[in-house]
């Protein structure tokens, strides 16, 4: 009872307190003091006889009112607001007392007793100036916290080291560059998935077993800012606020994890979508860090990290437990996947869940990489038997690739002009080159790309090339004058190692690396032991050097410092190609990089021994080897022309099982030939010619037969060839096949690919092209017409392109002449649309089709005319006549174009009524979405609505709410939201119990 009076008269205070006042203590602190502060006056009473205590003669009831008519009084605010402004400075409690007896005076439902009113006001004004006090302390810590938080994070860094602007005079912040990723839910939590499928779910091993979390399915897809919507995460809400992130390497799992903790340091949570006063503290901790102490607590270490890292030289007693009571605390914990030993995994584990019992009502985000959180040997059942949601990042999509390239150089190059040339530049080089834009979707390739543009003004168009140079940049000092050919030894750190040294133990690391992945079974990076790493390096250091093996191992040891990244303590190194993984592992900071370089060892021992069966050999001994496919696709791309004809041959004859249904042999081939086709076209045209063919021979074929992922894979390697030289040669080879043998597939391969090129070249600037789709319309083929109208209706087509045509109006005139029928099988009127969507005599048209006797000419007229959307009273006045049409698609046609025309006059609006009765269903549940959307806020309207939503018809009912929620100023409408909720939108008939 003590603790409800004191929580509703706070709640009912704080408002009033806080107003009219400056006071660094924010809403939720006033209340808690004010709380604190009556719970203490009420508990001191508790020991006592009742007879004794204040409010003995007071109805239990009237105790809150009356003490919330006391605090409302002006002058008892007046003295609460002393310590809410200056700290340590009391309320005059003798003023306070006498207040408090004038209003029990006046309040005959409560009769304090006098002489117990003083003890108990000096216990409440000692409490609340004492928690006052403390929270304005904690203000002024989070101030400073915040402060540090922004200069130790708030900074781009690449393998470990920090971004300078062009003028490198100061590094860029996190926000100039920042884009917020995409997000897929993978699997809900336990308190949300159906019961069956928790009953099912495996809580230990099978016989024989490893456990294994439920399969991942895709639930839904979400921007990154649905993580922190504080709709999910309410008090009330059922939903979890635990979310274990997921991601590939480089996907950008701890640069989001900064970004998050920077803006709410910075104040500015609005810019991931939170409410702009919320008041949250962020505690950021990589697991990496803190596991290295030993049984250490989540918030001791935070407390430790504070006052070592952040300089903060002693934090006021109870700081963090201040905000994680009250549920106002975000918890980023980064980096799960670095727990590599199984009895730390469940240290660690029994830390988190000890936490989060601990401080239920926080907000707690967990990331791991992807395949170790999936494949690891630690038991993460914890986190998928319990409330937390799993999401994958996403890869960047094109137009999060243009904003990063956009943010990325209007923040470094200090002249806008220039800046868009160079933005320009990049764009259109991953615009136009597939293969190079798909390395962009990763956010860590991406900022690699961006670099090399920025230093070298070009960008190399082979992925080989492309990773010679981010090696170089990552064995280099790139971030201080990358114009003055900067060497590794000129740290002076290394004392027998030079840049051409490192860059060949790397290589040499590379394919060690990936012998040692080959032997075991488990996807993903191979992390090797530092000590291991080092007496590695020795070895090879001192052959390389011709140096005693205890130099060479003290070389060793500079190396691995120089060129590993450790985010706790980036001052220390200068490049970062390996980065440490768990406590003493290392990898290469993306796998790609791997292969790269162990594709190099691999070429360098083929000439060095001058043997070229070394190369047969491996592509023998590991050609379907997932661990190294990107290795031979590097290693092949960058052969002379006969050496990689023989490669490719030695594939062609490999005989891997089953290759008459899998075709393994031949999709490898193909796929080294969209990596670099111009040697094998060099060196044997015959050969080339002959993978093109059988490709041709599998796209064509019914892909019940060949399989569906063969069949998806065969498009994506031509869709990959069409990107390359030979595209020509591609292109004839479809022709010819669908002349000779009438073959539809081929056809539609052929308008795919064309539809693929228009997307990745300007193509669609040339007349030639134009024509050949316009035309694609009227082809007998289904798909191909459907392929043809997608095209001619996308974004990259505008009217700009049909003035390269020999006819302005080539389009209208054909169907003009009727060569295009008016059968909307055969034509797409919105593809006509798209084309030019200012020709009167294409409204004429359109207006003409209207009146047609084919209901679906008349239909695709309508929404025709809608897309158009050219407002004039000859189109309006039709489109309504066709309300009344015998055929609901064309009436459903109308009201749709009308929306999309935003007609909100009388006459539309009373037709739009008038259809909430029609036959049809979709008719009539667009005419109330149209009607919600048009804004129209009359008592008509809303009325006709409300009846709507006792409609039998659910789909009806829905489109009505709707509707009714888009009106939301009316009184009307607010009538209407609170029927809805007593209905819940009640069948006629059914009663609100049921």
Not at 520 to 545: P, Q, S
Not at 814 to 823: G, I, V
Not at 953 to 965: M, N
Request: aromatic content about 8%.
């Amino acid at each position: 009872m003590t603790w409800e009076i004191a929580s509703v008269v706070a709640k009912s205070v704080t408002p009033i307190l806080g107003r009219k006042i400056q006071t660094r203590l924010t809403p939720a602190d006033i209340h808690k003091a004010v709380e604190q502060g009556l719970k203490a006056a009420l508990v001191r009473e508790e020991p006592l006889a009742p007879e004794q205590r204040l409010f003995y003669y007071s109805a239990p009831d009237a105790i809150a009112f009356f003490l919330e008519d006391f605090f409302q009084d002006r002058e008892v605010q007046e003295e609460l607001h002393k310590p809410l402004q200056e700290e340590h400075k009391a309320p005059l409690t003798s003023l306070l007392v006498e207040k408090f007896k004038q209003v029990a005076s006046n309040y005959a439902p409560t009769q304090p007793q006098d002489s117990f009113i003083l003890p108990w006001m000096e216990t409440f004004v000692k409490t609340y100036t004492e928690k006052t006090s403390t929270y304005l302390q904690f203000q002024l810590t989070k101030e400073n916290y915040f402060q540090q938080i922004s200069n130790k994070i708030d900074h781009v860094k690449f393998a470990g080291m920090l971004v300078a602007t062009q003028h490198g005079n100061h590094s860029l912040k996190l926000d100039q560059i920042f884009v917020m990723p995409e997000v897929e839910v993978l699997h809900p939590p336990s308190s949300q998935r159906p019961v069956e499928s928790r009953a099912f779910h495996p809580q230990v091993a099978l016989p024989g077993k490893q456990w294994q979390p439920l399969p991942m399915q895709t639930v839904k897809k979400t921007l990154a800012q649905y993580l922190l919507a504080v709709k999910t995460w309410q008090v009330t809400s059922a939903k979890s606020r635990n979310v274990m992130l997921l991601g590939a390497p480089g996907s950008g799992k701890t640069t989001l994890m900064n970004y998050v903790a920077v803006m709410l340091a910075q104040k500015q949570p609005e810019a991931m979508g939170l409410a702009p006063d919320l008041d949250w503290l962020p505690i950021l901790i990589d697991i990496r860090d803190w596991v290295e102490y030993s049984d250490i607590s989540i918030l001791d270490y935070a407390r430790q990290f504070a006052e070592k890292n952040l300089l903060l030289k002693s934090l006021p007693k109870g700081f963090f437990e201040h905000w994680l009571e009250d549920g106002r605390t975000l918890i980023l914990l980064d980096g799960l996947d670095q727990v590599t030993e199984p009895a730390k995994g469940e240290e660690v584990v029994g830390q988190i869940k000890d936490f989060i019992q601990q401080f239920p009502n926080n907000w707690v985000i967990i990331t791991s990489d992807n395949d170790r959180y999936l494949n690891s040997n630690i038991p993460w059942e914890f986190f998928w038997n319990q409330d937390f949601y799993h999401y994958q990042l996403q890869l960047f999509d094109d137009s999060q690739i243009e904003e990063f390239i956009q943010r990325w150089y209007y923040s470094q190059i200090q002249y806008k002009a220039e800046a868009q040339r160079l933005k320009e530049s990049l764009s259109k080089v991953l615009y136009e080159h597939q293969q190079i834009r798909r390395l962009a979707r990763n956010p860590l390739l991406l900022t690699i790309i961006t670099l090399i543009h920025r230093y070298h003004f070009r960008l190399p168009l082979e992925r080989y090339q492309l990773y010679d140079q981010a090696v170089d940049l990552l064995l280099t000092s790139w971030d201080n004058k990358p114009d003055s050919s900067p060497d590794i030894s000129n740290n002076q750190k290394l004392k027998y190692l030079g840049l051409n040294d490192c860059r060949r133990l790397m290589e040499r690391l590379g394919y060690w690396m990936n012998i040692q992945e080959s032997k075991t079974e488990k996807e993903g990076r191979i992390v090797i032991n530092r000590d291991e790493l080092i007496a590695w390096f020795g070895r090879e250091i001192k052959n390389l050097k011709q140096i005693q093996l205890d130099e060479a191992k003290a070389e060793a040891k500079r190396l691995v410092n120089l060129i590993s990244v450790r985010v706790a303590a980036p001052k220390e190194h200068r490049t970062g190609i390996l980065t440490q993984q768990g406590l003493d592992g290392y990898a290469f900071i993306h796998k790609i990089f791997q292969d790269y370089l162990c594709a190099q060892e691999i070429n360098y021992q083929a000439d060095n021994e001058e043997n070229f069966e070394i190369i047969l050999n491996h592509i023998q001994d590991y050609l379907h080897d997932s661990h190294w496919q990107d290795v031979l696709l590097l290693l092949i791309a960058q052969l002379k022309p006969k050496k990689a004809a023989k490669a490719i041959q030695e594939i062609l004859n490999h005989g891997s099982e089953y290759e008459s249904w899998l075709h393994r042999d031949l999709l490898f081939a193909a796929t080294c030939l969209a990596e670099n086709p111009q040697p094998l076209k060099i060196a044997d045209n015959s050969l080339l010619q002959e993978i093109l063919a059988a490709l041709v021979t599998l796209a064509a074929s019914d892909s019940r037969r060949v399989g569906y992922q063969i069949h998806q894979q065969v498009f994506q390697i031509l869709s990959d060839l069409n990107q390359t030289e030979i595209k020509l040669d591609l292109l004839q080879l479809l022709k010819d096949r669908a002349n000779s043998q009438k073959d539809t597939q081929s056809q539609e391969t052929q308008v795919k690919l064309e539809q693929n090129q228009l997307g990745q070249n300007q193509l669609w600037q040339n007349p030639t092209v134009l024509k050949t789709f316009l035309a694609g319309l009227e082809d007998n083929n289904n798909t191909v017409r459907h392929q043809a109208s997608e095209i001619l209706t996308s974004d990259r087509l505008t009217s700009d392109s049909l003035n390269k045509l020999d006819s302005p109006d080539y389009y209208l005139t054909t169907l003009d002449n009727t060569s295009l029928p008016k059968n909307p099988q055969n034509l797409s009127l919105s593809a006509i649309v798209r084309l030019d969507n200012t020709s009167e005599s294409l409204v004429n048209t359109l207006l003409s089709w209207l009146k047609d006797d084919d209901a679906t000419v008349r239909s695709e007229a309508a929404l025709a005319l809608g897309e158009l959307a050219q407002v004039s009273e000859p189109v309006v006045n039709s489109l309504l006549m066709r309300l009344n049409d015998k055929n609901s698609r064309v009436r459903y046609s109308s009201i749709w174009a009308l929306g999309k025309l935003k007609q909100r006059g009388k006459t539309v609006v009373s037709a739009l009524l008038t259809r909430l009765n029609d036959q049809n269903s979709r008719v009539r549940c667009l005419s109330a979405s149209v009607l919600g959307k048009l804004d129209q806020r009359s008592e008509t309207v809303v009325s006709a609505l409300i009846t709507s939503l006792k409609d039998q018809d659910s789909d009806l009912r829905c489109a009505a709410a709707t509707a009714l929620g888009q009106l939301v100023d009316t009184p009307r409408s607010k009538d209407a939201g609170i029927l809805c909720s007593q209905t819940r939108l009640a069948q006629p008939g059914q009663s609100q119990e049921e």
